[in-house]
């Protein structure tokens, strides 16, 4: 049984910074591909960006320069840094897990998700 657990989300002013954590139990994360993915109310779960198990990572046009998505695999946790925050970042953040082929974009392409954090950005 694999889960995630994600924290570090909270309420922060525009220009801000937060780092998410992703915490996974069952599987390592190293052997994931592991994914960052967001929903805003009334929107659809959108990508963010993902680390590949050899470490490749991509990140989402609208994060580039402001996100990074990194592996600490001595503590089996993936970081999603994220700088100069605006207001059209506030969602539920969600990290997923994904164990065949390669990173993906696609939400339906993995399999486990954690519960998500939300990440609220004051204007």
């Known amino acids: 049984q694999v889960q995630l657990v994600e924290s570090g989300g909270g309420l922060v002013q525009a220009g801000g910074s937060l780092r998410l954590s992703c915490v996974a139990s069952g599987r390592s994360l190293s052997s994931s591909n592991v994914g960052w993915f967001r929903q805003a109310p009334g929107k659809e779960r959108e990508f963010v960006a993902t680390?590949?198990?050899?470490?490749?990572?991509t990140h989402a046009d609208a994060v580039k320069g402001r996100f990074t998505i990194s592996r600490e695999n001595a503590r089996n946790t993936v970081y999603l840094q994220m700088n100069s925050l605006k207001a059209e970042d506030t969602a539920v953040y969600y990290c997923?897990?994904?164990?065949?082929?390669?990173?993906?974009?696609?939400?339906?392409?993995?399999?486990?998700w954690g519960q998500g954090t939300q990440v609220t950005v004051s204007s």
């Open positions: 997923a897990a994904r164990n065949s082929g390669l990173g993906s974009t696609q939400p339906a392409t993995y399999d486990y």
């Open positions: 680390i590949w198990r050899n470490g490749i990572t």
